[in-house]
């Protein structure tokens, strides 16, 4: 059983800066691929930014050079350091791993960009 635990999230004024952390409990964490949707209200959800076993990272065009997703294998647990925040960035912020053909969510953590 794969367990993802998001933390991080919160308010922020825009051109801050918030670090979301995703811990990974169940599989051997190192040879699952990994990343970060986002879904606002009344949106769909949309794939922010993944990042492979070897720790390569692509990035939705709305968020390129704004956020850095990243990994530590030794401590199960991927990163999204989001900077220069902006209003439309406000959603709720999901981990997603996918193993043995069965996807896995996180229960989501909450990002809110106002002034």
């Known amino acids: 059983q794969v367990q993802l635990v998001e933390s991080g999230g919160g308010l922020v004024q825009p051109g801050g800066s918030l670090r979301l952390s995703c811990a990974a409990s169940?599989?051997?964490?190192?040879?699952?691929?990994m990343a970060w949707y986002r879904q606002a209200s009344g949106n769909e959800r949309e794939l922010v930014a993944s990042?492979?076993?070897?720790?390569?990272?692509k990035y939705a065009d709305s968020v390129l050079g704004r956020f850095t997703i990243s990994r530590e294998d030794a401590k199960n647990t991927m990163y999204l350091q989001m900077d220069n925040l902006k209003p439309e960035d406000t959603a709720t912020y999901y981990c997603?791993?996918?193993?043995?053909?069965?996807?896995?969510w996180g229960q989501g953590a909450q990002v809110t960009v106002s002034s």
């Open positions: 169940g599989p051997r964490f190192a040879v699952v691929p």
């Open positions: 997603h791993c996918s193993y043995l053909n069965k996807d896995y």
């Open positions: 990042v492979s076993t070897l720790g390569y990272a």
